[in-house]
């Protein structure tokens, strides 16, 4: 499973963002996809992930970006969004995609985000 990130950019506070990742080389539905990031001197923390089941879905945030971030997909495409609402200058990091799939963990490769005070 490769993963495929984009839509970082540099952002004024309180602008927006749209994350996107490509999950390619499986024809199967990954259950489980999320976002993660790390901030300069700091460890990698989780985001939110998205979980599906059939038709339905479970999305889970980290405290600091609910109300302010919302995690979607499509399932067809096995793409995960992140869109990031009122950006913060704290939300500034590398976000990485994830996916949980066959037993294990994937990565995308880090896509900047720069919120500007």
């Known amino acids: 499973v490769q993963l495929q990130a984009s839509g970082g950019g540099l952002v004024q506070a309180g602008g927006s963002l749209r994350l996107s990742c490509a999950a390619s080389?499986?024809?199967?539905?990954?259950?489980?996809m999320g976002w993660y990031r790390q901030a300069p001197g700091k460890q990698r923390e989780l985001v939110a992930f998205?979980?599906?089941?059939?038709?339905?879905?479970?999305?889970n945030f980290v405290d600091s970006v609910k109300g302010r971030f919302t995690i979607s997909r499509d399932n067809a495409k096995n793409t995960v969004y992140l869109q990031m609402d009122a950006l913060k200058p704290e939300d500034t990091a590398v976000y990485y995609c994830?996916?949980?799939?066959?037993?294990?963990?994937?990565w995308g490769q880090g896509t900047q985000v720069t919120v500007s005070s």
């Open positions: 080389g499986t024809a199967f539905s990954i259950k489980q």
């Open positions: 994830n996916a949980k799939y066959g037993g294990y963990t994937y």
């Open positions: 998205i979980t599906t089941s059939g038709s339905d879905f479970m999305a």
